[in-house]
């Protein structure tokens, strides 16, 4: 498939900001699940910037995939293809994720202010469920755009789903690191940060392996003669169907090499897996660089996710390319 740079950007944007969403509601979530109010002024501070810069990534995101369609002025019709359609519906998803955190900012605000009565900050974990759970369905529905597709077999892999929650939350906890790490943190909160970061981005690593190792053999389930109705026989290509590239070759025939595939999954695995947990142990062994340090990695991981998401698109094949 051709990998166009703005759903790339998309899934990856909002991928971040929809993990760091997830990460602001538990931070939202713990203290009333323990039953105490939040420690002080400065958390009730981190919950609205976690909250801004979470919309502002997935906005971002979902800006940058109306980019990829023809008519960007009637994306608002396929809101209404819910019932059918995981576009649709993450559509709604999203937006729905979007009211939920304005209205958490502008509680937030009024609570910073002063204005709101103490018993509504009862509001605030409730919403932070809500939004937790949108944030989920949003991911699942983005995956499942692809996951869905019977004629691109790299796509129905059954890792794909949870592929794309992994990297939300890897990349999502990583941004959220690169913000709370400016400010001085205790050797047993970094080391914990430590064993955090280890386990995130080792199970997105070895998830992405076995992707990759797999997709490259799965075959594509049907060959040239199923295509042309004579499933079992042999069938040579006498001519091409067509003597210059048209838009099924260039949007659904893209063909990556293998020599130029392995380097690419390298570069990937090394930013999305290898650089988070250097730089995690490069904080936790010199804590008075740790915002800088996980600041960098935060934006080489989301570099690296940028080349995972070009390969996600650029290995997979159609099966129309049977015929082409």
């Given at each position: ?17 929809y ?13 009333a ?15 609205g ?18 980019l ?6 009637r ?23 979007a ?31 809500i ?26 892999h ?8 992994v990297f939300?939350?890897l ?13 001085a ?20 690593g ?42 099924i ?16 999954r ?11 947990m250097?730089?995690s ?16 990695g ?20 159609h ?6």
């Amino acid at each position: 498939m051709h990998p166009a740079f703005s759903v790339i950007a998309f899934t990856t944007l909002s991928g971040a900001g929809y993990g760091l969403l997830l990460w602001a509601g538990g931070l939202i979530l713990l203290p009333a699940l323990q039953g105490r109010a939040p420690a002080n002024g400065a958390t009730v501070l981190l919950w609205g910037v976690l909250l801004v810069l979470g919309l502002v990534l997935t906005t971002a995101g979902l800006l940058s995939s109306m980019l990829h369609l023809g008519k960007p002025g009637r994306a608002w019709r396929a809101f209404s293809q819910w019932r059918t359609s995981w576009l649709s519906r993450e559509g709604v998803f999203a937006v729905a994720t979007a009211l939920v955190v304005v209205a958490m900012l502008a509680l937030l605000g009024v609570g910073i202010a002063g204005a709101l009565p103490t018993g509504l900050w009862i509001a605030m974990p409730a919403l932070a469920a809500i939004m937790v759970l949108l944030s989920l369905c949003t991911i699942a529905s983005t995956a499942m755009i692809y996951a869905s597709l019977k004629p691109i077999p790299a796509w129905r892999h059954p890792l794909v789903l949870p592929g794309y929650f992994v990297f939300a939350i890897l990349t999502g906890w990583l941004v959220l690191m690169a913000l709370v790490n400016w400010s001085a943190l205790s050797d047993e909160t970094l080391g914990v940060i430590l064993l955090v970061t280890f386990a995130l981005a080792i199970v997105a690593g070895v998830l992405k392996l076995v992707y990759w190792h797999r997709i490259d053999r799965q075959p594509l389930g049907a060959t040239r003669a199923d295509a042309v109705g004579l499933p079992g026989r042999e069938v040579d290509v006498f001519e091409r169907p067509n003597t210059q590239a048209n838009y099924i070759n260039k949007e659904m025939g893209h063909v990556l090499a293998r020599k130029h595939a392995r380097p690419l999954r390298f570069i990937a695995l090394v930013l999305f897996a290898a650089v988070p947990m250097v730089a995690s142990w490069l904080a936790w062994a010199n804590p008075e660089l740790a915002g800088p340090v996980f600041t960098l990695g935060a934006l080489l991981a989301l570099a690296g996710t940028l080349v995972e998401r070009w390969l996600f698109f650029a290995q997979a094949r159609h099966l129309v390319t049977l015929y082409y």
